[in-house]
């Protein structure tokens, strides 16, 4: 049986969409009443998953789900070796650096070095900054990274920005982007190779389901 792998939050109900048009029902998962973290597709030839986004590589990568959707973001900032299959065209936003409106920085290279940026994507804001030659402190941040520069804490955030709503509401203004992100169909390597369940058949099914709506 195929297992899929979908994300909790903002790319869940398009994800079920897609599926939905390729014949995989996962809709249940909608229904506000239920607590069920895994459910059989109606026709008896798959499952789904619903665990938290940045599990979603974890589960495929360890084989426990053949395919699986994510954003762009996670798999930038956590490396899985998975085999990345086809850009899903939603759930678009981008990777930002953002300062306090109120602040003298309008680039990255305006930031005093060793100055400090919170990020929860730690890997990421490492590797942009490395790539600047600007050696700043990257201060690991789970919850609300707005308010690492709103208290003095750090100087600058690097974070996920769809509309910037939140940033604006918070005084704070993005000043560079690292990259575009939007939702990914990603799979078991092996799983992949072997066609294991008639993958390729989903696979193909999806790819033209995708080019459809763009």
Same mark, same amino acid.
């Given at each position: 049986?195929?297992?899929?792998?979908?994300?909790? @939050?903002?790319?869940?109900?398009?994800? +079920?969409?897609?599926?939905?048009?390729?014949?995989?029902? $996962?809709?249940? $998962?909608?229904?506000?009443?239920?607590?069920? &973290?895994?459910?059989?597709?109606?026709?008896?030839?798959?499952?789904? #998953?619903?665990?938290?986004?940045?599990?979603?590589?974890?589960?495929?990568?360890?084989?426990?789900?053949? *395919?699986?959707?994510?954003?762009?973001?996670? *798999?930038?900032?956590?490396? /899985?070796?998975?085999?990345? *299959?086809?850009?899903?065209?939603?759930g678009h936003?981008?990777?930002?650096?953002?300062?306090?409106?109120?602040?003298?920085?309008?680039? /990255? #290279?305006? #930031?005093?070095?060793?100055?400090?940026?919170?990020?929860?994507?730690?890997?990421?804001?490492?590797?942009?900054?490395?790539? &600047? =030659?600007?050696?700043?402190?990257?201060? /690991?941040?789970? @919850?609300?990274?707005?308010? @690492? /520069? !709103?208290?003095?804490?750090?100087?600058? !955030?690097? =974070?996920l920005v769809?509309?910037?709503?939140?940033?604006?509401?918070?005084?704070? +203004?993005? +000043?560079?982007?690292?990259?575009?992100?939007?939702?990914?169909?990603?799979?078991?390597? #092996?799983?992949?190779? &072997?066609?294991?369940?008639?993958?390729? =058949?989903?696979?193909?099914? &999806?790819?033209?389901?995708?080019?459809?709506?763009?």
């Amino acid at each position: 049986m195929l297992t899929v792998a979908l994300p909790k @939050g903002e790319l869940l109900k398009n994800s +079920i969409r897609l599926l939905q048009a390729v014949g995989l029902d $996962f809709s249940a $998962f909608l229904d506000s009443g239920t607590r069920q &973290l895994q459910i059989p597709d109606a026709s008896g030839q798959a499952k789904g #998953l619903l665990v938290r986004a940045q599990d979603v590589p974890v589960y495929v990568e360890y084989g426990q789900a053949q *395919l699986g959707v994510v954003g762009y973001d996670v *798999l930038r900032e956590k490396q /899985p070796q998975v085999a990345h *299959l086809v850009d899903l065209q939603f759930g678009h936003c981008r990777m930002s650096v953002a300062v306090k409106a109120s602040s003298s920085y309008r680039s /990255p #290279l305006d #930031l005093p070095p060793h100055g400090r940026v919170a990020s929860k994507y730690v890997n990421c804001a490492r590797e942009y900054f490395h790539s &600047l =030659d600007l050696p700043v402190e990257i201060v /690991p941040l789970y @919850g609300s990274v707005e308010l @690492g /520069p !709103i208290t003095g804490m750090s100087e600058a !955030i690097v =974070d996920l920005v769809s509309t910037g709503r939140t940033l604006r509401e918070n005084g704070l +203004i993005e +000043i560079a982007t690292l990259y575009e992100s939007t939702a990914r169909l990603i799979a078991h390597p #092996l799983s992949y190779r &072997l066609n294991t369940g008639n993958l390729s =058949d989903v696979i193909a099914k &999806l790819r033209e389901a995708v080019l459809v709506k763009v």
